[in-house]
């Protein structure tokens, strides 16, 4: 069975200041990680994930995320805030189910804020 | 492409009540997941369709269940309604079978609250 921590369910930051969003899994074998946003009274966007190509992920929007198997970790960053960026933000790990799919699960969510 | 649609966006019911919930996936999707986001417990996968056979089911009550239609739309329907049900229900479509690398995209949801 797979999990995701993310820790802090609210970062604050100022505008133009470094994004971090944490992420921790936990995964019985070779994880798929994602990260999307939701925006208010929005379904979830995708914004980047992890399939081992590369253990550093670009994203749409300047973001980006970085597996680490010792730490079990993929952290989201963004290296300056924009007002639009804030959002919710939910890490998520997929892992096998029966029949051969993949389900993912969810983190739950760390809401960014943003302040001018 | 149009994106994923869900109908209606906001719905009041009373306890006891039934309710059905729709969604149109993005054009040549074949694959519906829902799923239920509340505050208290996050995003839950409910189920999945596939070519209209439910392909994996979440750990809800037989109260929740759902259908796909031959043209990939489609419905869930919650019977007997708890208070407990108000949430956020998404809609994701894709364009297999859920596999470990798939991108999912998600509707805007259907907000139900049940007094």
């Known amino acids: 069975a797979q999990s995701v921590t993310q820790l802090g369910s609210h970062v604050s930051v100022s505008e133009g200041a470094l994004v971090l969003l944490r992420c921790n899994y936990s995964?019985?074998?070779?994880?798929?990680l994602f990260w999307y946003v939701q925006y208010p009274n929005q379904g979830l966007q995708l914004l980047l994930k992890?399939?081992?190509?590369?253990?550093l992920v670009k994203g749409i929007n300047g973001f980006e995320a970085e597996f680490k198997k010792s730490e079990t970790s993929f952290h989201l960053t963004k290296p300056s805030a924009h007002m639009s960026d804030a959002a919710e933000y939910f890490c998520?790990?997929?892992?096998?189910?029966?029949?051969?799919?993949?389900?993912?699960?969810f983190g739950r969510g760390t809401s960014l804020i943003v302040h001018p | 492409k149009a994106g994923v649609t869900q109908t209606p966006r906001y719905l009041i019911k009373t306890r006891g009540q039934q309710v059905t919930l729709s969604c149109s996936p993005i054009?040549?999707?074949?694959?519906v997941s829902w799923y239920q986001q509340t505050p208290g417990q996050g995003l839950q996968f409910l189920f999945e369709?596939?070519?209209?056979?439910?392909?994996n089911k979440g750990n809800f009550p037989g109260r929740f269940s759902g259908r796909q239609f031959s043209n990939s739309r489609s419905e869930m329907n919650v019977s007997t309604l708890e208070l407990g049900d108000s949430a956020l229900y998404l809609c994701?479509?894709?364009?297999?079978?859920?596999?470990?690398?798939?991108?999912?995209?998600f509707g805007p949801g259907t907000r139900l609250t049940v007094l």
């Open positions: 994701a479509s894709s364009s297999t079978s859920l596999v470990s690398y798939n991108e999912q995209f």
């Open positions: 995964s019985s074998v070779p994880p798929y």
């Open positions: 992890y399939t081992s190509a590369a253990t």
């Open positions: 998520a790990v997929s892992g096998p189910h029966s029949g051969g799919s993949y389900i993912p699960t």
């Open positions: 054009s040549g999707h074949r694959s």
């Open positions: 369709y596939f070519s209209e056979t439910q392909r």
